[in-house]
């Protein structure tokens, strides 16, 4: 079997979902399973219904604008597919009904039962599109197959119980039908035991069809995008830029963690355990061979990467009766960080001074307030942190030339700026 991932700028109108039947057509006779995301925005116009929701707000216009948005499309690619339609309708009835109700105590549960709807609207229009194009398509409900804890917006997966539910559903047993291909689930969505819906975080279905390649034992994973693979650097930043058409799982995980938005970084893990060739394809070029990450690390060093971050703070920390930093001090700067939930993305000390780059998010202020009461804090805002892996001088000199050098870190692979 096969996992596809079709991400929500792929599906985001009728030409979109139109594709996902093109790539299919070149694979035709595989099993493949597709990952779909919630249409374009749809996510970020959810959460607003969420907040605005729980602000006791009217949110009716706002998600009348998606049932609109989304039966558009359903009717531009499966015209007068009235079945289509009243299932559509069944969800957004559904969803209207959740939010005549009362917020609940946990606005992260909030959260959850009502985004996961994008990813829910977009596989009704994908599956019934499929169903007609391809003459047949299995649609499935991911909460049926990936069970997780209850951390609402960060779920983390009970892997044995879902390889059971995944076994199940994909089981043709006796008085059982036989699953039809392709069949179209979402990511970024499970359960709990309960049968509450939770999600995996932001951008988070990547790792979803990481999930199912893991549980389905899959050949392979292919996400497909509107660019020929993984890229050296961003190509709205950097001129000249080259596609890594080979590196390994190690590599990509060290991109990823350093801030490349190509892959979520949970996708690899699930990937390297069972060696599942990852692949980054183009939707628009199907013949162009793309990104390969497997466990083969011979090219990994053959091209220099880049990773931006703008819009960073870096932060300075100093005990206020200049002792000196000593892990006590250090142990309950890392609480503190790990208590307002901000990740620190570079770290350097000096005899007296802690500094840390780190995005730029809401719980900054709080966390730094807090720190005050302790410590002699400073603070530069949006700066840059650059991360070059394989770097070699000329490249290092001319990123950094004329640029206001804050800190600059080097390892044997990897040489990492603040930069202003
Ligand atoms: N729809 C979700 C998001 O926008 C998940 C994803 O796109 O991967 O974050
Ligand atoms: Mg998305």
Redesign the pocket.
């Given at each position: 079997m096969k996992v596809f991932k079709f991400?929500?700028a792929s599906v985001k109108d009728a030409a979109g979902v139109r594709n996902v039947a093109r790539v299919l057509r070149h694979f035709q006779g595989e099993e493949i399973l597709i990952v779909v995301?919630?249409m374009g925005k749809t996510?970020n116009a959810l959460e607003r219904v969420v907040w605005d929701w729980r602000e006791g707000k009217h949110v009716g216009d706002q998600v009348e604008a998606l049932r609109r948005q989304h039966l558009a499309v359903l009717g531009e690619v499966v015209p007068g597919f009235e079945e289509a339609e009243a299932w559509l309708q069944e969800y957004f009835d559904e969803l209207g009904e959740l939010l005549s109700g009362t917020p609940t105590d946990n606005p992260d549960q909030d959260y959850d039962q009502i985004v996961s709807y994008?990813?829910l609207w977009s596989t009704q229009v994908v599956s019934a599109y499929l169903s007609e194009a391809l003459g047949a398509c299995s649609w499935m409900d991911a909460r049926d197959l990936v069970r997780t804890d209850a951390l609402y917006r960060a779920a983390r997966v009970d892997w044995e119980t879902s390889a059971e539910l995944v076994k199940e559903q994909f089981s043709s047993g006796e008085g059982q039908e036989p699953v039809s291909y392709p069949v179209v689930t979402q990511?970024?969505m499970g359960a709990t035991e309960e049968g509450l819906t939770t999600t995996l975080g932001?951008?988070?279905?990547?790792f979803s069809a990481a999930i199912f390649a893991y549980l389905l034992d899959a050949g392979s994973v292919t996400i497909w995008k509107d660019v020929p693979g993984m890229f050296n650097a961003d190509p709205n930043r950097f001129p000249d830029t080259k596609l890594l058409s080979h590196i390994s799982y190690r590599e990509a995980i060290e991109l990823s963690y350093f801030g490349a938005s190509v892959i979520?970084p949970r996708t690899l893990q699930p990937l390297q355990h069972k060696h599942i060739p990852l692949y980054v394809r183009s939707f628009v070029d199907l013949d162009a061979p793309g990104s390969t990450i497997d466990d083969r690390s011979e090219n990994d060093s053959l091209i220099p990467s880049f990773i931006v971050k703008p819009g960073q703070v870096l932060i300075s920390i100093t005990p206020r009766d200049l002792s000196f930093i000593v892990e006590e001090n250090l142990a309950h700067i890392f609480e503190v960080f790990a208590r307002h939930r901000v990740r620190i993305d570079l770290m350097q000390n000096t005899a007296l001074a802690f500094s840390v780059s780190v995005d730029n998010g809401p719980h900054v202020k709080p966390l730094i307030m807090e720190l005050r009461g302790a410590y002699e804090v400073r603070y530069n805002k949006d700066v840059e942190l650059v991360t070059v892996r394989h770097y070699d001088e000329p490249t290092l000199h001319k990123l950094t030339q004329g640029r206001e050098l804050l800190i600059e870190q080097r390892s044997r692979n990897t040489a990492r700026f603040v930069l202003k």
């Open positions: 991400g929500g995301s919630a996510t994008g990813e990511g970024f932001r951008e988070g279905s990547d979520h």
